[in-house]
């Protein structure tokens, strides 16, 4: 077990986890600009982005590139300036570190080392979009971006369907379209949805309905901007889970299992389609085939 207390005086440098900004500059904390300003140096995920927010706070500490393709190499070496007693801050472009951003892997470098670690509050893109989604805000799970390998997205967005709980994704303009329509295949077309828009910035948005009304929005509409997306959780993971653990049975044996435990026929067939991955039609005919 360790134990650690930022008031407790070493020897050792601390590492500061400073959440920036994801849009408005204004939502910079004062103890943020404080923090950056009297730390020996600044460890950004991109030293150019940094440096705007840098300029218009007027802070001049020197800054030092900390990304996901020099995580291993840059680790060791911030070890060593913070165990000489230098403090650290660690940013990453926008919001918090480690959440969907570089961060964790210094995080548990500086533990194991027993080098103190100090989170600064801020902001953060999924919560600040979830308060204003209108879907049930808790309890809730966040994922971030959703995997780009289909086997592994697939499998991903199967899981996911079942939870009962809100999830949070993040997802880029380009790819938003298709990522819905990963989750429509796995998720009720009637789930609610809430797409957040550039949030925090001059073209904030929030576009809100059912799965299938989004993706109708994202299939007509120029899609710009980073989005949020908020997803009601699943009203009856219970018989998702069910029908999931009785697919090494037929389509018609599943539905049938479905009303022996009090669906009704067309709720029967539907769920089964959905855990298959099917259209209803497909397991609608199967099904009166079989019993004619």
């Given at each position: 077990?360790?134990?650690?207390?930022?008031?407790?005086?070493?020897?050792?440098?601390?590492?500061?986890?400073?959440?920036?900004?994801?849009?408005?500059?204004?939502?910079?904390?004062?103890?943020?600009?404080?923090?950056?300003?009297?730390?020996?140096?600044?460890?950004?995920?991109?030293?150019?982005?940094?440096?705007?927010?840098?300029?218009?706070?007027?802070?001049?500490?020197?800054?030092?590139?900390?990304?996901?393709?020099?995580?291993?190499?840059?680790?060791?070496?911030?070890?060593?300036?913070?165990?000489?007693?230098?403090?650290?801050a660690q940013v990453s472009d926008a919001g918090?570190?480690?959440?969907?951003?570089?961060?964790?892997?210094?995080?548990?470098?500086?533990?194991?080392?027993?080098?103190?670690?100090?989170?600064?509050?801020?902001?953060?893109?999924?919560?600040?979009?979830?308060?204003?989604?209108?879907?049930?805000?808790?309890?809730?799970?966040?994922?971030?971006?959703?995997?780009?390998?289909?086997?592994?997205?697939?499998?991903?967005?199967?899981?996911?369907?079942?939870?009962?709980?809100?999830?949070?994704?993040?997802?880029?303009?380009?790819?938003?379209?298709?990522?819905?329509?990963?989750?429509?295949?796995?998720?009720?077309?009637?789930?609610?949805?809430?797409?957040?828009?550039?949030?925090?910035?001059?073209?904030?948005?929030?576009?809100?309905?059912?799965?299938?009304?989004?993706l109708d929005w994202a299939t007509t509409t120029?899609?710009?901007?980073?989005?949020?997306?908020?997803?009601?959780?699943?009203?009856?993971?219970?018989?998702?889970?069910?029908?999931?653990?009785?697919?090494?049975?037929?389509?018609?044996?599943?539905?049938?299992?479905?009303?022996?435990?009090?669906?009704?026929?067309?709720?029967?067939?539907?769920?089964?389609?959905?855990?298959?991955?099917?259209?209803?039609?497909?397991?609608?005919?199967?099904?009166?085939?079989?019993?004619?």
């Amino acid at each position: 077990m360790q134990t650690q207390s930022s008031f407790k005086t070493t020897t050792t440098g601390k590492l500061y986890l400073v959440p920036t900004p994801i849009g408005n500059l204004g939502d910079m904390t004062y103890r943020a600009v404080e923090t950056l300003k009297a730390v020996q140096l600044i460890a950004a995920e991109d030293t150019r982005n940094t440096q705007k927010l840098l300029n218009h706070f007027e802070i001049e500490t020197k800054q030092i590139s900390f990304h996901e393709h020099n995580t291993q190499q840059r680790i060791d070496e911030l070890l060593v300036k913070l165990e000489n007693g230098d403090d650290i801050a660690q940013v990453s472009d926008a919001g918090m570190p480690s959440i969907s951003d570089p961060g964790h892997e210094l995080v548990k470098a500086c533990i194991e080392a027993n080098i103190a670690v100090v989170p600064l509050p801020g902001a953060n893109a999924g919560l600040t979009g979830l308060i204003a989604s209108g879907v049930l805000p808790q309890p809730f799970t966040f994922f971030g971006f959703l995997p780009r390998k289909g086997k592994e997205l697939t499998e991903t967005v199967t899981q996911l369907a079942l939870k009962p709980e809100t999830t949070i994704f993040y997802e880029a303009p380009h790819r938003l379209k298709k990522t819905l329509q990963a989750l429509i295949v796995d998720f009720e077309p009637e789930r609610q949805v809430t797409l957040c828009r550039e949030i925090t910035k001059k073209f904030e948005e929030f576009i809100r309905g059912t799965l299938q009304e989004v993706l109708d929005w994202a299939t007509t509409t120029e899609v710009r901007g980073e989005f949020v997306i908020i997803v009601a959780g699943n009203p009856d993971p219970q018989a998702m889970t069910a029908v999931q653990e009785t697919v090494t049975l037929s389509l018609a044996e599943q539905v049938e299992a479905q009303i022996q435990q009090g669906a009704s026929p067309n709720m029967a067939i539907k769920t089964v389609a959905k855990a298959n991955n099917l259209k209803k039609q497909v397991v609608y005919n199967d099904y009166h085939e079989l019993t004619e």
